[in-house]
C-alpha cells in the first residue's frame, strides 16, 4: 500500500451562479490527509494525482458536496421546547441528532407557536465550483496516518 499523501490547497468557492461563498487566497491555505474525508468526496476524487502548482476548476454536484436537502431534517419544535425566547430566522443551535452527535440546526422560520429548525448543511442541495491552486503534495506522516488527519506544515503537530 502506497503512502496516502497530504494536499495543500488554496480555493475560491463559488456556488453554481457564481456567488463567492468563500476563498482561501490571502490568508491561510487548506490541508488534507487523502482516503479520509477531510474535504468533500467530489472535491477530493477531481484533486487526487493533481501536482504542486497545478490549478483547477472543479465543479462538484451537491450529492458528492454537502448533499441533498433531506425533508426530514427540517422539523417544526413548539417554541416551549427551545430554551430562548426571542428567536429568529438566522439563529443557529447545537441539537442532539439521537445518534450520539451534535448537529448544528438553523431556524428557518418563526411564528406564535412553533419554530422551524433545518438540520441540514447551509450548503447542502448547492452543487458548488472550486477554483483551486496546489500549493503543495507531501507523503503523510506516520503521525498524521495514526490521526487520521493533516498537520501542519512538514507534518509538525499543531493541536
Ligand atoms: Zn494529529
Redesign the pocket.
Known sequence: MSTPKVVTFHYTLKDSKGTQLESSFGDEPMSYLEGVGQVIPGLEDQMHGLNKGDKKMISVKAADAYGEVEKDMIVQVPRAQLPKKDIVVGDQFHADSGNGHVQVVTVTGVNDTHVTVDGNHPLAGQDLNFDVEVVDVRDATK??IE?G?A?GPGGH?H?
Request: proline fraction near 0%; avoid cysteine; aromatic fraction near 0%.
Open positions: 503521525d498524521e490521526h488527519h498537520h503537530h493541536h
